[in-house]
Nanobody
Framework: QVQLFESGGGSVQAGGSLRVSCETS????????MAWFRQAPGEERAFVAG????????RYGDSVKGRFTISRDNSKNVAYLQMDSLKPEDSAVYYC??????????????WGKGTQVSVSS
């Protein structure tokens, strides 16, 4: 049974940092590309960052470039999103996702249930 579980969300003031984690099980994590998406109330889910299965390639949404860093630990089956210089507009539910084939920009197959990140001004 495939499971993705996000944790580490919370409330932080603008300019602060958070790291969210995605613990996984039930699939061969080391050969899946991983990504983070986010969805704010009333908005569509948006791509935040993606990382290739070995971690050699990454891709970021324009709004988070230079502030967020995606990483993974294949020995622990965990993906991370380090978020620095947070802004109120970063507030959203953050989801992790996994897929076996394709590029970082293509659709993802498995999804977690999300973790809330709230940034106050």
């Amino acid at each position: 049974q495939v499971q993705l579980f996000e944790s580490g969300g919370g409330s932080v003031q603008a300019g602060g940092s958070l790291r969210v984690s995605c613990e996984t099980s039930g699939f061969n994590f080391g050969i899946y590309r991983m990504a983070w998406f986010r969805q704010a109330p009333g908005e569509e889910r948006a791509f935040v960052a993606g990382i290739s299965w070995k971690g050699g390639a990454t891709r970021y949404g324009d709004s988070v470039k230079g502030r967020f860093t995606i990483s993974r630990d294949n020995s622990k089956n965990v993906a991370y999103l380090q978020m620095d210089s947070l802004k109120p507009e970063d507030s959203a539910v953050y989801y992790c996702a996994a897929a076996r084939y394709g590029s970082l920009a293509e659709p993802y197959q498995y999804w977690g249930k999300g973790t809330q990140v709230s940034v106050s001004s």
